[in-house]
């Protein structure tokens, strides 16, 4: 065969089955936890789950043009979308432009979607980081200032997220971060000094903050303020109790109809304990757990190709949906201080489920690239 190469689309059919089941598992759910909502606000029960399929769609179509394009051209542009999603953070704060609600400014109206501007930092995180540590990798391993550097440029976007406020999205870039550089190779006391001073800075704004030491205190002990401080956790976990091993049927829960705060975004997690028992809870675990697994391993498939930024990428993308799932279904289980984070691919959300959908594309170009190296490799 002559030098020349093929280039072809190849699928992942196992991580197609994982996002499907995520997707399938959130709008059946989601749809359970909305109808009395839309019943309320718009005086129409499928209007969540009309939107939400509506998103999906949306998103789906998004990732098939994500999909496509080459991961050379995300490594080349990586840069530029950073300092773009840094000019983003700061609209969204400017009065009139940014979008407002329930105290906080975090979205920006587009095309009548609401788009959670934090979203899109964490996917150019990821691509940014991955494209940093392929350039600089021998810095990040035996420079303290290689390892600083980026982290520099993401304490700005940081602040930005703190003053619309969003302390949850802060932390998990700063995680996607801090996990792709110690994953290329970061010197351990460097990362854990580090890790050391996020955290002190993480409790100084917590302890600073009234509402979100309020939070700490109803995690606590959110039965000593169940109608106040710990209202949100109390019936999270009461959801939990109802449901035992089997729940007790779709759409037969009652701790969603007004009692359960944001049961379609923050806490759709407590509606499949409660109408699917720990059978739902274990399913929806498995599946994040099978995602990040996967992404982990393609990402070591692509080490071995030498493909530097491709395993980058899906390290950033596994250590995301890991750690947002994780603290999603942390605050519904009460292990965790309430934070604003949604269930990745499950939870209500226009420019979260764009975002993504997006993100799982990449990963899906990840696996694509692998496997088009690998056949070419063979044929020749």
Same mark, same amino acid.
């Given at each position: 065969?002559?030098?020349?190469?093929?280039?072809?689309?190849?699928?992942?059919?196992?991580?197609?089955?994982?996002?499907?089941?995520?997707?399938?598992?959130?709008?059946?759910?989601?749809?359970?936890?909305?109808?009395?909502?839309?019943?309320?606000?718009?005086?129409?029960?499928?209007?969540?789950?009309?939107?939400?399929?509506?998103?999906?769609?949306?998103?789906?179509?998004?990732?098939?043009?994500?999909?496509?394009?080459?991961?050379?051209?995300?490594?080349?542009?990586?840069?530029?979308?950073?300092?773009?999603?840094?000019?983003?953070?700061?609209?969204?704060?400017?009065?009139?432009?940014?979008?407002?609600?329930?105290?906080?400014?975090?979205?920006?109206?587009?095309?009548?979607?609401?788009?959670?501007?934090?979203?899109?930092?964490?996917?150019?995180?990821?691509?940014?980081?991955?494209?940093?540590?392929?350039?600089?990798?021998?810095?990040?391993?035996?420079?303290?200032?290689? &390892?600083?550097?980026?982290?520099? #440029?993401?304490? /700005?976007?940081? %602040?930005? @997220? *703190? =003053?619309?406020?969003? +302390?949850?999205?802060?932390?998990?870039?700063?995680?996607?971060?801090?996990?792709?550089?110690?994953?290329?190779?970061?010197?351990?006391?460097?990362?854990?000094?580090?890790?050391?001073?996020?955290?002190?800075?993480?409790?100084?704004?917590?302890?600073?903050?009234?509402?979100?030491?309020?939070?700490?205190?109803?995690?606590?002990?959110?039965?000593?303020?169940?109608?106040?401080?710990?209202?949100?956790?109390?019936?999270?976990?009461?959801?939990?109790?109802?449901?035992?091993?089997?729940?007790?049927?779709?759409?037969?829960?009652?701790?969603?109809?007004?009692?359960?705060?944001?049961?379609?975004?923050?806490?759709?997690?407590?509606?499949?304990?409660?109408? &699917?028992?720990?059978?739902?809870? #274990?399913?929806? /675990?498995?599946? %994040?757990? @099978? *995602? =990040?697994?996967?992404? +982990?391993?393609?990402?070591?498939?692509?080490?071995?190709?030498?493909?530097?930024?491709?395993?980058?990428?899906?390290?950033?993308?596994?250590?995301?949906?890991?750690?947002?799932?994780?603290?999603?279904?942390?605050?519904?289980?009460?292990?965790?201080?309430?934070?604003?984070?949604?269930?990745?691919?499950?939870?209500?959300?226009?420019?979260?489920?764009?975002?993504?959908?997006?993100?799982?594309?990449?990963?899906?170009?990840?696996?694509?690239?692998?496997?088009?190296?690998?056949?070419?490799?063979?044929?020749?």
């Amino acid at each position: 065969m002559s030098g020349r190469t093929k280039s072809s689309f190849h699928m992942d059919y196992f991580l197609l089955f994982i996002c499907t089941g995520l997707l399938l598992l959130g709008f059946v759910i989601l749809t359970s936890s909305s109808l009395h909502l839309g019943e309320k606000m718009v005086n129409d029960i499928l209007y969540y789950p009309t939107r939400q399929l509506m998103h999906i769609v949306i998103g789906l179509c998004v990732a098939v043009v994500v999909a496509f394009i080459p991961l050379r051209l995300w490594e080349k542009v990586g840069p530029w979308l950073f300092i773009a999603g840094l000019a983003l953070l700061v609209f969204v704060l400017i009065p009139g432009l940014g979008v407002k609600v329930k105290g906080s400014t975090r979205w920006m109206a587009l095309g009548g979607l609401r788009i959670q501007v934090s979203e899109i930092i964490k996917f150019i995180s990821v691509v940014y980081m991955a494209g940093y540590v392929t350039r600089h990798q021998e810095h990040v391993q035996q420079s303290t200032y290689g &390892l600083v550097k980026p982290l520099l #440029l993401f304490s /700005i976007a940081c %602040f930005l @997220l *703190l =003053l619309e406020p969003d +302390f949850g999205s802060s932390v998990v870039i700063l995680v996607i971060a801090m996990g792709v550089m110690y994953l290329s190779g970061a010197r351990l006391w460097q990362f854990l000094i580090l890790i050391a001073i996020v955290v002190v800075l993480g409790m100084l704004l917590v302890y600073f903050s009234p509402y979100r030491w309020a939070r700490v205190t109803g995690f606590i002990d959110p039965w000593a303020d169940a109608q106040n401080t710990g209202f949100q956790l109390t019936q999270a976990l009461i959801s939990f109790g109802r449901g035992e091993i089997f729940g007790v049927g779709l759409g037969s829960g009652i701790q969603k109809l007004f009692y359960l705060p944001e049961a379609h975004t923050d806490f759709l997690f407590s509606v499949v304990a409660e109408e &699917l028992g720990l059978v739902g809870v #274990l399913a929806t /675990i498995v599946l %994040f757990s @099978l *995602l =990040l697994w996967h992404a +982990f391993n393609l990402a070591v498939k692509a080490e071995q190709a030498g493909e530097e930024f491709a395993a980058f990428v899906a390290y950033g993308l596994g250590i995301w949906f890991g750690f947002q799932a994780f603290v999603n279904m942390g605050v519904n289980m009460g292990i965790l201080p309430t934070k604003g984070l949604t269930l990745p691919l499950m939870s209500y959300g226009g420019g979260s489920m764009i975002i993504m959908c997006a993100a799982m594309a990449l990963l899906f170009r990840v696996y694509s690239e692998i496997e088009d190296k690998r056949q070419n490799k063979g044929q020749r």
